[in-house]
C-alpha cells in the first residue's frame, strides 16, 4: 500500500480518544496524516457553516501521535474540512476520514451527524471518504474500529474509488475479535421522540433541554437492495456496517404521480 495523503476531522473535538486512534492508526501505517478538526465538540451541527463570525485555526500536533499535522478550529466540522482544502494544505488529501465518533451514526442519524458532514465534504469536493463511528456512547476501545477503518478505506482506495460514494461505516461496542462480519447495509429509518424539559436557571429565567429517545422504523421502506440488512440491525448483531451514501436527496418517490404545477391552486403555484 503507497504511503496516502490523509485528511482526518470529525465533530467531537480535537481532544477526543476516537480522532486520536484513527490518526495515529493512519500515521503507524505510514499515511501522511493531517488533522483539522474543531477545537471543541460540536456533535450534531450537521452540515453547518460559519458565515458570520471569523474562523481560528491553531496548531495542535503535541496532542496526537508522532508525525501528525494537526489544527484545531474554531468552526463547525464541515468548516474545518472547507478551511483544509482551500488554505491549511499544501497538497490535496488523497483521501478523507472523519471520526471515530464517540457514539452510533446509524440510520436517519446521518442527516444530523458532523462526522458524517465532515466526510461528506470531502465526497463533494471530490475526495473519497469514510465516515466512521464508535455504536456507543460509552464505549471507549477505539483501536478496533480504527484498524477496520483503515483496512476498508485503503482496500476501497486501491479498487477504484466510485465516484460520488460516501463510505459511512459503524463498528459495534466489542472486543476486536468479538465484532462480527463487515457487511454492505441500508440506512434504516430512526425518529427521535423529542423531549424538552423546561428548567429555571438561578435567576429564574425559563430554559429548554432538548432531550429525546430514539425509535428504529422497522416497518419503514428504505432504499437499497432487499437482501442487505439495515445498519441497525446488523450493528445490534454484532456486525460492523458500512453503507454507501451520497450527497444527492432528490426525493425516491413517483415522479409520474406528482401534479402539473400549472395546475396548481394560485395560492401554492411559484410567484412570478
Known amino acids: 500500500m503507497p504511503p496516502l495523503r490523509i485528511l482526518i476531522s470529525n465533530d467531537d473535538g480535537v481532544f477526543a480518544d476516537g480522532i486520536q486512534a484513527l490518526a495515529a492508526e493512519a500515521a503507524r501505517r505510514g499515511h501522511r496524516v493531517t488533522v483539522v478538526c474543531p477545537d ?20 495542535a500536533d503535541e496532542l496526537f501521535a508522532p508525525g501528525v499535522t494537526a489544527w484545531a478550529c474554531s468552526g463547525t466540522p464541515s468548516d474545518c474540512v472547507k478551511l483544509a482544502l482551500f488554505r491549511l494544505l499544501e497538497e490535496p488529501p488523497q483521501l478523507v476520514l472523519s ?17 458524517v458532514s465532515a466526510a461528506m465534504e470531502g465526497t463533494i469536493e471530490g475526495f473519497p471518504a469514510l465516515a466512521v463511528s464508535s455504536a456507543d456512547f460509552h464505549w471507549r476501545q477505539f483501536a478496533p474500529a480504527a ?5 476498508v478505506a485503503e ?3 486501491q479498487e477504484g474509488w466510485p465516484e460520488g460514494m460516501l463510505l459511512n461505516l459503524n463498528v459495534p461496542p466489542r472486543e476486536g475479535a468479538a465484532i462480527g462480519p463487515l457487511r454492505w447495509c441500508r440506512t434504516a429509518v430512526r425518529r427521535y421522540v423529542d423531549q424538552f424539559d423546561r428548567r429555571e436557571d438561578p435567576r429564574g ?16 421502506p428504505v432504499a437499497g437492495p432487499g437482501d ?3 445498519d441497525v440491525a446488523w450493528v ?16 425516491r418517490g413517483d415522479c409520474a404521480a ?11 403555484a411559484p410567484g412570478p
Open 236 to 251: 445490534a448483531g454484532g456486525g460492523a456496517s458500512l453503507t454507501p451514501l451520497q450527497p444527492e436527496l432528490f426525493w
Open 155 to 157: 482496500s476501497l482506495w
Open 205 to 220: 429565567r425559563t430554559y429548554y433541554w432538548l432531550a429525546g429517545e430514539v425509535v428504529d422504523d422497522t416497518e419503514a
Open 228 to 230: 442487505w440488512p439495515t
Open 40 to 59: 471543541q465538540e460540536r456533535s450534531a451541527t450537521g452540515h453547518g457553516l460559519t458565515l458570520q463570525t471569523p474562523l481560528r485555526a491553531e496548531r
Open 258 to 268: 406528482l401534479p402539473d404545477p400549472t395546475l396548481l391552486p394560485p395560492a401554492l
Open 99 to 115: 471520526g471515530i465518533n464517540h457514539g452510533p451514526n446509524l440510520g436517519t442519524d446521518v442527516l444530523y451527524s458532523g462526522t
Open 147 to 151: 484498524r477496520i477503518a483503515l483496512d
